[in-house]
């Protein structure tokens, strides 16, 4: 069965919109590719503290480097922008990333 790596906005969203997100994400990209699709689970449960003087910048390029290394285990990679995603610059990485490495990319847009 193949693996699907889901790129979501997680910035600022709850679990719980997050995971649903996710569950429509998985949906979608089984009805795209007509394969039932195994999802690599993206979402840090426990992510290492950081000090409160440790820059915003550096804590979210600590979470595209960990969802980068869970993507490469991915054959296909679905993700925004969607839902006004261009402040999250994390999302265009990684499906910048996943094109560059000749993943699978299903990119949904605003239209």
Known sequence: M???FISCPMKG???EAIKESMVKLHKFA????????????SYIENPP?????????EIRLWYLGE???KMAK???VIGCPYIGCGA???CEAELKAAMDY???VIRLTEE
């Open 2 to 4: 193949k693996k699907l």
């Open 13 to 15: 969203r709850t679990e």
């Open 30 to 41: 089984e009805l795209m590719t007509g394969e039932e699709l195994e999802v690599i689970d």
């Open 49 to 57: 503290e950081f000090s409160e003087l440790t820059p915003d910048s």
């Open 67 to 69: 969802s980068i290394k």
């Open 74 to 76: 991915a054959d296909v």
């Open 88 to 90: 999250f610059v994390g």
């Open 102 to 104: 000749n993943k699978q």
